[in-house]
């Protein structure tokens, strides 16, 4: 047998009558967002066959469309880039300075190993006078290992270098400038920056809510 929503309880306890109310959720949730388009799936779910021949090569006119807006895209972006080389040039430049003195500053940090000198300040600190000692030996053996690869490197270099001025063709400078420039303007770059800019900006689409 049901009892009716408001009957006592058996029990002898209150009944506290429960009314909903309206949140205004999907208000909520819809504020501030501007109309867009919605996405539905088109498809079957079955396979998709790729045609054999594309669209745009089917026919005469088709395919004269296809190049002509190839064309124009490629000019656009030959273009685009075009006239802001000088600004690209500039600050590539500044990007291969400074990974210059990046890489000379990375070259010096993995020589010296940087941060044993903390760690033997503080064993003395803490009064271990043999880890202190154990630190500051390998540190140095360390330290004399890689100067002396970095000496045969650097003796490597100036080999080769003499070799091309000796026996290379002139334009093989040119190569040699162009990568140099291009691999430290590469260690220059700051993280997250670039120094070309896009020449076409991506459509923009609401994601489907």
Not at 71 to 78: F, K, S
Request: charged share 20%; glycine share 10%; aromatic share 8%.
């Amino acid at each position: 047998m049901t009892s009716a929503p408001h009957d006592p309880p058996a029990d002898g306890g209150t009944v506290v009558p429960l009314r909903a109310v309206d949140a205004q959720t999907e208000v909520a949730l819809d504020e501030g967002k501007p109309p867009g388009a919605a996405y539905i799936d088109l498809t079957s779910g079955d396979a998709q066959r790729r045609p054999v021949i594309p669209a745009h090569w089917r026919t005469w006119e088709a395919a004269r469309t296809h190049i002509r807006l190839a064309v124009a895209r490629h000019v656009h972006r030959a273009a685009y880039h075009g006239v802001r080389s000088p600004g690209y040039t500039v600050k590539a430049l500044g990007f291969a300075v400074w990974g210059v003195v990046a890489v000379l500053g990375r070259l010096i940090a993995w020589w010296h190993i940087p941060g044993t000198g903390q760690l033997e300040r503080q064993a003395a600190a803490d009064g271990l006078l043999n880890e202190h000692l154990r630190i500051h030996k390998a540190a140095k053996e360390t330290r004399k290992v890689r100067g002396t690869i970095l000496a045969l490197c650097l003796a490597g270099l100036a080999g080769a270098a003499v070799a091309l001025a000796r026996f290379g063709p002139w334009w093989s400078w040119l190569l040699l400038a162009l990568a140099l420039f291009v691999a430290f303007a590469l260690a220059g770059r700051p993280q997250g920056k670039v120094i070309t800019t896009r020449a076409e900006i991506p459509a923009a689409v609401q994601p489907p809510t």
